[in-house]
């Protein structure tokens, strides 16, 4: 009697410890973290859009430049990083190759500027859920994020009509 208490004891204390652990994880901030995006965000798009594009600010607060070798996300089947240009007063959007994160800098991806281009989008994307990026350096390191669905803001795209 007395040894199955025990027993049952713990095993309480190995669930418990268990949970512990397991919470400590899922709290875990990667702030220190050499790579880190910053405000991230996905354009809304409507439903019949197959395309949608990602910003945000990207840092790097290693010692060596990072250069971005590609994207991925489970939401679309293509993931381009883009430049927009302006050219002939024609807003034009092209790849950016080797696009470089300084060492202890940053860069921002912005409407207008870098993006990271959803082609091919798989379903259509509901405002507020959380889209899973990973973005893949030459290092071999990759950077994983979730930005969620949100309207541009104004004079950013689309025209809105706010009060
Ligand atoms: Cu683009």
Redesign the pocket.
Known sequence: MKSKMLAVFSALVLLFSGSLMAGGHGHHHKTDAELAAHNAWVRLVPPVSN?S?AYMMLHNNGSQDQVIAGASSPVAADV?V?E?SMQDGVMR?SEAKNLTVPAAGHIMMKPGGY?I?LINLKRPLKEGELVPITINFQSGQTLTLEAPVKAAPMGQGMKHHKH
Do not use: Q, V
Request: negative net charge; charged residues 10%.
């Open positions: 395309i594009a381009e883009h927009t959007m993006h281009m």
